[in-house]
């Protein structure tokens, strides 16, 4: 995402994308709705933790991209939690 500028990136992204992508990894790889559902849940958790970053300034880029990113995040794994009641 920040990758012209790694020496630049947000120490609280650099954290929190490494714990994300790793439960995208497992979501990605688990069976069965329930499981998707348990691991989404830890996803939104560590979602709103970059959603929620005291150092977040809108005017700038990354902050944008990050907020923009995490945002698709939340919705994508609150319509995966939807689908569980909807089963």
Same mark, same amino acid.
């Given at each position: 995402?920040?990758?012209?500028?790694?020496?630049?990136?947000?120490?609280? $992204?650099? &954290?929190?994308?490494?714990?994300?992508?790793?439960? *995208?990894?497992?979501?990605?790889?688990? +069976? !069965?709705?329930?499981?998707?559902?348990? $691991?989404? &849940?830890?996803?939104?958790?560590?979602?709103?933790? *970059?959603?929620?970053?005291?150092?977040? +300034? !809108?005017?700038?880029?990354?902050?944008?991209?990050?907020?923009?990113?995490?945002?698709?995040?939340?919705?994508?794994?609150?319509?995966?939690?939807?689908?569980?009641?909807?089963?």
């Amino acid at each position: 995402m920040f990758a012209e500028h790694p020496e630049k990136i947000c120490p609280a $992204f650099q &954290k929190q994308e490494s714990i994300i992508k790793d439960i *995208l990894n497992i979501i990605n790889k688990v +069976d !069965g709705l329930s499981e998707k559902v348990r $691991f989404t &849940k830890k996803l939104l958790k560590e979602v709103n933790v *970059l959603l929620s970053c005291p150092d977040y +300034d !809108g005017k700038k880029s990354d902050c944008s991209n990050c907020h923009f990113i995490e945002k698709l995040r939340k919705k994508t794994a609150e319509i995966i939690i939807k689908a569980e009641k909807l089963t």
